[in-house]
């Protein structure tokens, strides 16, 4: 990681486990912490994909026994990174980016680790990468893609309030800003004027910031289709609970548009 040294100075503490060598030009990065039977339904979904695909899991710190080892081997996950640092889902990706880079990874698609991504999007996602594209959003609501089950608050706060705010900010016109299911090339991840690897970024304001920047950059963006699916029954599968948190993210995003977290 020499050449990254300037970048692991803000990059949170954490632990690495190899279970296999680099086979792929990319890999998957799934952010996780504590969401149990979701979680290995959907590595078992995933272990197909194994073939084309580097599968590495950023453990926030679970403590429901989810990502043990011995599972993952099982499942043809290569790595296990495990956060020991501080910070939420932005340091778990912080973590994630700078791993994948340090072992020569040319681009990075990531999805959200409670089961509710369709992983048939993953080779749209793969020739999206090839085709030079750097920064890539999954989108549920352009042709081809499917929401099932979305919440009504969420569908018009992604629909009318997040997604026009930071498409006016990036220049691009977005649909379904707060889907973690994308993809970013290693020209995106590595670029002097995003500074990614900041420590401000701790939460979701990460994934905001990369949607608002990348256009501004004069890099290349597409939305594809992709399937998300809400349970029909029982607790929503989120770490945003409450109005309180979907004010928060709408500051967020009416920062970023603002510039605040430009460099």
Known sequence: MKKFKGLIQE?????ISEFAKKRTKYCLIIPVINEGEKFK?????????????????????STDGSTSKVFLRSQKVRVLLIKTGEGKLGAQL???????????????????????????????????????????QASRFIKGGKGINTPLLRYFGIRF????????????????VSNAFRAYSKRLLLNKDLQ???????????????????????????????IRKYPSSGKTPTKIVG?????????????????????
């Open 11 to 15: 990059t949170p503490t954490h632990t």
């Open 41 to 61: 339904k959907q590595v078992k979904r995933l272990k197909p994909f194994s073939k084309i695909i580097d599968i590495i899991i950023a453990d926030g710190g």
């Open 94 to 136: 912080r973590m994630a980016f700078l791993y994948a880079l340090s072992q020569g990874y040319e681009g990075i698609i990531t999805m959200d680790g409670n089961g509710k991504d369709g992983p048939s999007a993953i080779p749209r996602f793969i020739k999206a990468l090839e085709a030079g594209f750097d920064y890539v």
């Open 161 to 176: 309030i997040l997604s026009p705010i930071l498409s006016f900010a990036s220049r691009y016109w977005y649909t379904d």
């Open 196 to 226: 990614l690897y900041r420590s401000i970024f701790s939460r979701y304001e990460i994934l905001f910031y990369i949607t608002a920047r990348t256009k501004q950059l004069g890099m290349k963006t597409k939305e594809i289709p992709a």
């Open 243 to 263: 109005v309180r948190s979907y004010i928060e993210l709408i500051v967020n995003c009416v920062r970023i548009s603002q510039g605040k977290y430009n460099p």
